[in-house]
């Protein structure tokens, strides 16, 4: 994937737990990531603005409203945008129309596990430049999640 990506994502749960939509800013290159989202879960609205610094180990939880920065321990490794070296390439398509050049996307699908057999996971990415376009993954908390770019 890029080193630096920005843009915008939907996640959507089997078990309808979780339903967000959320800007991002991704730089994996100083190992930080922006979110900000909108959704719900378990029936309950949540709104959220973190900055994700990896390399000091620090999430801010920033309140626009209230005008509040809460700095927090990040207790997770960056995990880098990308297909893992282990995954199987399912198959090749073109999104789109490819009746003439340039009209269509070429995108590759792939499938795997999710670290420490957490579960399976499938996702699709642009042939050139390996840019995220969907994922599709199953854990036993929410069953199949989906992620939409």
């Known amino acids: 994937s890029p080193p630096l990506l920005s843009g915008a994502l939907t996640v959507s ?80 398509a073109v999104l789109g129309s490819s009746s003439g050049p340039g009209e269509g996307l070429l995108v590759n699908t792939w499938t795997g596990d999710l670290p420490d057999k957490a579960g399976k996971f499938m996702s699709t990415v642009t042939e050139f430049g390996c840019i995220p376009v969907s994922t599709v993954y199953h854990t036993d908390q929410f069953g199949w999640v989906v992620t939409r770019l």
């Open 13 to 92: 749960t089997q078990n309808e737990k979780l339903w967000a939509y959320a800007s991002y800013l991704y730089d994996a290159l100083g190992q930080r990531t922006r979110l900000r989202e909108l959704g719900t879960y378990e029936n309950k609205t949540f709104t959220e603005d973190v900055l994700l610094l990896y390399r000091e180990a620090t999430m801010y939880d920033i309140n626009e409203q209230n005008r509040t920065c809460k700095k927090r321990p990040l207790k997770v490794d960056f995990q880098p945008l990308g297909i893992p070296k282990n995954a199987s390439l399912l198959g090749q």
